[in-house]
């Protein structure tokens, strides 16, 4: 990797655009994902109108399904952007998001919108494993923590906004007219791709898609303790999240009777993760991935004990919810770029394949805990509250045997 700016910071892999736009066209194209989700979240109840769905908790299959082709997506992507380039895999994702997006604006049946909606994951499987690889491939160490928590800081603007614009969207059309917005969004990022995001995978440094060798980066992969380690970790706190998003809606209108206010509530509980993503770009530089992502998981845990206190003893009032859920997000917040920096740091050498690896594992085991977790909703928040206490203690336990029981040791190689 090359680096010529002045300040020794911008890489020269993705000229022709500067960095501002670099991590404006990383957000972007990585903010399919978290768009096509939230703005889900108000329309639930008008699809299970539509569609005679009779178990609330069914519906929770427009989220999961979604995720489920994201997650199982990330296998495929990253073997073959190192193969053929990080453009063709990138281009042809987002084109698959925006057929898909088509097929679920004329979807006759709930059946037809959950396939859609496995299409739109799978699509958006590419825009992520891609955007992490490019960043890998121009910036490492600390650097690459740096970009990451730029582009998640205008990333994660996209939680907060997206449930309010779905629910705009909803005053004026039907609950199809989401993706059409969507479809027109991906059609958008697919342009700007297509005329500014150069290849920042140099033709020497790609690999075989031969079943050896892909098995080989996969068996480098998962045996580096400390790719493996932080994926597992990450996938038990991403788990907590999304159990979070699926019974969101229940949540704060079933629980707490919030009704069209649902989406400000959500809002203001996402800013914290876009606040902790531009504190950690400020501070990761100088205090190092572990140290604050440490701190973070330690404060998550700190959370997730509260609230299970809290519901047990039927003392969990919206506003005592509220400053939880924020304080979890913010955690979070500091804490996922970081992990995910810390995992791909030994792996450079074979970035897209670990960029999928790391996203199916983390993803996957994600869904597979926040499907369990929102489908025991019944009602009260204790289901919520014990799964996220103990898939913490899971994920911290599992640091620990990483970082051989030391946390917050900080790097002292400025990578």
């Not at 060798?213 to 597992?232: C, S």
């Not at 991403?238 to 699926?246: D, E, M, Q």
Request: aromatic content about 10%; glycine content about 10%; charged content about 10%.
């Amino acid at each position: 990797m090359s680096e010529v700016n002045a300040d020794n910071w911008v890489s020269s892999g993705h000229r022709p655009m500067g960095f501002p736009e670099f991590v404006v066209v990383i957000a972007a194209i990585m903010a399919l994902n978290p768009l096509a989700m939230d703005m889900m979240l108000p329309a639930l109840p008008n699809i299970g109108t539509a569609f005679k769905i009779p178990v609330a908790n069914h519906l929770q299959l427009v989220l999961s399904t979604f995720l489920i082709g994201f997650g199982v997506g990330q296998f495929v992507m990253g073997p073959l952007s190192d193969r053929f380039g990080r453009r063709p895999v990138l281009l042809g994702g987002m084109t698959v998001y925006a057929i898909a997006s088509v097929l679920a604006i004329a979807a006759p049946s709930f059946e037809t919108l959950l396939l859609a909606r496995a299409l739109q994951g799978l699509g958006t499987s590419a825009t992520r494993v891609i955007a992490t690889s490019i960043v890998r491939d121009c910036y490492v160490g600390r650097r690459m923590a740096s970009v990451m928590s730029l582009a998640m800081m205008v990333f994660i603007a996209v939680p907060v906004v997206a449930p309010s614009f779905g629910q705009a969207v909803l005053m004026l059309t039907q609950w199809r007219g989401i993706f059409v917005v969507l479809m027109l969004y991906g059609l958008l990022a697919l342009a700007w791709s297509v005329l500014r995001l150069p290849e920042t995978l140099p033709e020497s440094e790609r690999r075989s898609l031969a079943p050896g060798e892909v098995l080989d980066a996969f068996r480098q992969t998962i045996t580096n303790r400390q790719t493996i380690g932080y994926a597992l970790a990450a996938g038990g706190v991403i788990g907590s999240l999304f159990a979070y998003v699926f019974s969101a809606q229940q949540v704060f209108v079933g629980i707490y009777h919030l009704g069209h206010y649902f989406p400000l509530a959500f809002a203001a509980i996402a800013a914290g993760t876009a606040i902790a993503a531009f504190l950690n770009a400020r501070l990761v530089g100088r205090l190092g991935m572990r140290v604050i992502s440490h701190g973070a998981l330690t404060l998550y845990a700190v959370v997730a004990g509260a609230m299970l206190l809290a519901e047990s003893l039927h003392a969990l009032p919206l506003a005592l919810f509220l400053v939880l859920s924020g304080l979890m997000m913010f955690s979070f917040g500091m804490m996922i770029a970081n992990f995910t920096a810390l995992a791909m740091e030994p792996q450079g050498h074979i970035a897209g394949t670990a960029s999928s690896l790391y996203g199916s594992i983390t993803t996957l085991v994600g869904i597979a805990i926040g499907i369990v977790m929102g489908q025991s909703f019944d009602g009260t928040l204790l289901p919520f509250a014990t799964g996220f206490f103990l898939c913490t203690l899971a994920s911290l336990a599992i640091v620990l045997v990483v970082e051989k029981g030391r946390l917050f040791r900080p790097h002292h190689r400025a990578t």
